[in-house]
């Protein structure tokens, strides 16, 4: 079974740049998070999908974030005007509806903003 | 908010130490408590789950256990090994969630030496 696949693996930008991060969940999974990791921090989650439906988008930073999953399966973040502060990895994760607590997590896209 | 607190950012034992991992929480439901382990350049995976029926976990010779009154739980291994090196997350779902809507510690970067 796949797992959770995103892309890029790397991005540097200069600050005002943007930049797309694209997540394809397990199979099956209608459930889809995404998660900032600063640095030598925990996960902080953004934003988190049911199918095409945002559940809550309340932690995304900025209107400069935003999330879309158009069709219940994939998934793209998007950041626009990239500032420093911005620099992380982003993770993309996927469950089955239930409140399991068991996330599967994609290796991540390392953002750096210059 | 629900929140968890890991104090300890960084650990290093020699093989074979006993290891012991500290995290509290705050939440105002009862939750159900885990621990993830992220190994360098990948996205975070369960270790153990910790419910409040059953207040322990057990898996890869990890022990979680759980203690109500002092709203916290922790994570042990009796003999750690070069390769448990990783950072280790504390984490939460409140019982009032719907969603696995996980809420991370800190992180302890663990590093055994050999």
């Known amino acids: 079974e796949a797992g959770v696949t995103q892309s890029p693996r790397y991005a540097v930008l200069q600050e005002g740049q943007a930049v797309s991060f694209w997540c394809d969940p397990i199979?099956?999974?209608?459930?889809l998070y995404w998660y900032q990791q600063p640095r030598d921090q925990g996960p902080q989650l953004l934003v988190y999908?049911?199918?095409?439906?945002?559940?809550?988008n309340s932690q995304l930073p900025s209107d400069r974030f935003s999330a879309v999953r158009p069709k219940g399966t994939n998934s793209t973040l998007k950041i626009q005007s990239a500032k420093q502060g911005d620099t992380a990895t982003y993770l993309c994760?996927?469950?089955?509806?239930?409140?399991?607590?068991?996330?599967?997590f994609g290796e991540g896209s390392k953002l750096t903003v210059l | 908010g629900d929140s968890v607190t890991q104090k300890q950012g960084q650990v290093t034992l020699s093989e074979d130490d006993f290891l012991f991992i500290n995290c509290t929480y705050s939440?105002?439901?009862?939750?159900?408590l885990f621990w993830y382990v992220q190994y360098p350049g990948q996205g975070p995976q369960l270790l153990l789950k910790?419910?409040?029926?059953?207040n322990k976990g057990i898996s890869r010779g990890f022990e979680a256990t759980y203690d109500k009154g002092t709203t916290s739980f922790h994570l042990q291994k009796a003999s750690v090994q070069e390769s448990d090196s990783a950072v280790y997350f504390c984490?939460?779902?409140?019982?009032?969630?719907?969603?696995?809507?996980?809420?991370f510690g800190q992180g302890t970067s663990l590093s055994v030496v050999p």
């Open positions: 994760a996927s469950s089955f509806q239930t409140n399991t607590g068991q996330l599967y």
């Open positions: 199979s099956g999974h209608d459930t």
């Open positions: 999908f049911r199918d095409e439906a945002v559940i809550d």
């Open positions: 939440t105002t439901t009862y939750p159900t």
């Open positions: 910790v419910t409040t029926a059953n």
């Open positions: 984490a939460l779902v409140a019982a009032s969630s719907s969603f696995s809507k996980l809420v």
